[in-house]
């Protein structure tokens, strides 16, 4: 497993859209700075949804301005349907995300529609991003496991991943939401979506609810995954998955890596200086071990 992974930073998105504290356009810019300063260039950096359903992705479009400006990065951004996509392209996106579930409570929930109506909303979006260039990348929740709906079959996410891939997603990323995964039944699940998606257009995403997220992604690795999203901090949740915690960390990730003989091109302290001062924005310690391991030694003076 000696050759490269490719990391996709949420935090920006995932990890600031369940925050009480809301971070402004100016703090969410320099959070984005520091990241791509330590060598994370694939950045999730806003929504553009709904402002009742996440007030916390609020002036997206500022954000997308702000950072385009920073040479060597790839910016993201959420966009539910054919509005979001219109906003998202007048700020200047040029990768965007269309996100569906493998369960239909899931689906409800966050997004008010059906796993089908859902579909039908981005082929709209999918025809114009071909049209105007635009790269598209297709998130599936629930994959291992929906809060409403409980078990979710892999056939369920197959059948969305093959929906996604055909209507010509670039990468499909698998959400475990809510972090129930074991890496058996992430390992399963990889296999049976890479059976209609190449395995190496397939994203791992991986929450850490129940401490999975690093075995998961380790045997995601063994069947041949490569794009491994994560947050700075472990930051990250989703208002519509009650329970679920922060994405898997950014740091533990990176640790685990170069840990592999594997180089990420992401500078520890670079990484670990931006997961501290957004904590502090927050006002609470990053939940990541590698960042608490870290930040005592520091205190400690070692
Ligand atoms: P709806 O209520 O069905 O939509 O919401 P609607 O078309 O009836 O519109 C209702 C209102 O929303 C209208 O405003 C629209 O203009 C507005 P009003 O007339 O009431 O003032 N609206 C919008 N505003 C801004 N941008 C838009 C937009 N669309 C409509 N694009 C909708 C449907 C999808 C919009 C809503 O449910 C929504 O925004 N949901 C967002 C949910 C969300 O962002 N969840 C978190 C991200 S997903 C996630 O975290 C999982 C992931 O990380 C992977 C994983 O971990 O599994 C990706
Ligand atoms: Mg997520």
């Not at 702000?66 to 910016?75: I, L, T």
């Not at 008010?112 to 990348?137: L, Q, T, W």
């Not at 998606?197 to 995954?225: I, K, R």
């Amino acid at each position: 497993m000696s050759d490269s992974v490719r990391i996709v930073e949420v935090g920006p998105r995932d990890g600031l859209q369940n925050e009480k504290t809301p971070v402004g356009v100016a703090d969410r810019i320099a959070f984005i700075k520091a990241l791509l300063g330590a060598g994370l260039h694939t950045i999730e950096v806003g929504a553009f949804v709904s402002p009742k359903a996440i007030p916390q992705m609020v002036n997206s479009d500022q954000v997308l301005r702000g950072v385009s400006q920073f040479g060597g990065g790839e910016f993201h951004v959420l966009v539910p349907n054919e509005k979001g996509y219109e906003a998202a392209r007048a700020a200047g996106a040029r990768v965007v995300a269309v996100f569906a579930s493998a369960s239909e409570g899931f689906s409800r929930a966050n997004i008010n529609c059906s796993v089908a109506e859902s579909i039908e909303r981005f082929k709209p979006v999918m025809a114009r991003a071909k049209a105007d260039g635009i790269k598209v990348r297709g998130y599936i929740s629930c994959v291992l496991g929906c809060p409403y709906d409980g078990e979710v079959k892999p056939q369920a996410v197959v059948d969305v991943a093959k929906t996604l891939w055909d209507l010509g997603c670039y990468e499909i990323s698998l959400g475990d939401t809510i972090g129930v995964g074991t890496p058996a039944k992430a390992r399963q699940l990889l296999r049976a979506v890479a059976g209609q998606v190449p395995m190496e257009n397939l994203a791992m995403h991986f929450h850490d609810t129940y401490g999975q997220a690093l075995a998961n992604l380790y045997a995601g690795m063994e069947e041949g995954a490569r794009v491994i999203d994560s947050a700075a901090g472990g930051l990250g949740g989703c208002p519509f998955a009650p329970g679920a915690t922060g994405n898997v960390a950014t740091e533990d990730v990176v640790y685990m890596l170069e840990g592999m003989g594997i180089a990420t091109g992401v500078d520890m302290p670079g990484l670990l200086a931006a997961t501290n001062e957004i904590s502090r924005l927050i006002g609470r310690p990053p939940v990541s071990r590698v960042a608490s391991a870290m930040n005592a030694k520091k205190r400690a003076g070692k």
